[in-house]
């Protein structure tokens, strides 16, 4: 089957460091990203990765483990404009295009 | 450059209807998704083509749904004998190349209410 879990709702302080875990079954692997999709509007790409390790973009930094089907978006210096929905999602399944999303993490960035 | 559009930005409907959702991905993009979403959840996967051709469309969930891109770049879904649980946000996105670990860029989607 395809599963992909992350947790429902995160809350965070301004200025903190949050993590946000993904783990996933899946029946192929070509890549796992990231999106941001802010309420109301479209999601948008953060990070992509296909070999494990830790994926760094400024103050967004995302690791991948495939041995152990997990992954984490590390957001540092948070912001208010940080408070979103983070989705996690497999690309290029075998035999087909499909990318799975999971349901997304809501975070909230208090003052 | 233009970003991916989607037209209507809404569309009401009646149980039943037939509806037609359209999007213009970016220029040059020869891979183009459907995704629809609902209300606290992530996007569900409908239908993938590379080119005019529909690469990959198991996430279509009955024959109600179909989507067609005859030249390869404007590409309609189109849903037959709209149910109420039909309403949802359909997203469609675009990417450079059949490669499909290529970044997928979204369109602001088309939200369907069906009465």
């Known amino acids: 089957g395809q599963n992909i879990d992350q947790p429902t709702e995160m809350t965070a302080t301004e200025g903190a460091i949050v993590q946000i875990n993904c783990t996933y079954q899946?029946?192929?692997?070509?890549?796992l990203f990231w999106y941001q999709q802010h309420a109301g509007e479209a999601p948008t790409f953060l990070s992509y990765?296909?070999?494990?390790g830790l994926e760094e973009k400024g103050r967004f930094s995302s690791f991948l483990s495939r041995s152990k089907g997990y992954s984490y978006l590390l957001l540092k210096e948070l912001q208010m404009k940080d408070s979103a929905s983070y989705l996690c999602?497999?690309?290029?399944?075998?035999?087909?295009?499909?990318?799975?999303f999971g349901a997304g993490t809501r975070l909230f960035v208090k003052a | 450059g233009a970003g991916v559009s989607q037209t209507p930005s809404n569309k009401v409907t009646e149980k039943g209807k037939y509806v037609e959702l359209r999007c213009d991905p970016i220029?040059?993009?020869?891979?183009l998704y459907w995704y629809r979403q609902s209300l606290g959840q992530g996007p569900e996967f409908l239908i993938y083509?590379?080119?005019?051709?529909?690469?990959?469309d198991s996430g279509l969930p009955n024959d109600r749904f179909f989507a067609v891109r005859p030249e390869g770049s404007v590409s309609t879904l189109k849903i037959q004998r709209t149910e109420r649980g039909d309403s949802a946000v359909y997203l469609c996105?675009?990417?450079?190349?059949?490669?499909?670990?290529?970044?997928?860029?979204f369109g602001p989607g088309t939200r369907l209410t069906v009465l």
């Open positions: 996105a675009s990417s450079p190349g059949p490669d499909s670990t290529d970044t997928q860029y």
């Open positions: 899946t029946s192929g692997f070509n890549g």
């Open positions: 990765n296909v070999l494990d």
């Open positions: 999602a497999v690309g290029g399944h075998t035999g087909g295009f499909k990318t799975i």
């Open positions: 220029s040059g993009h020869t891979a």
């Open positions: 083509f590379q080119g005019t051709g529909a690469a990959d």
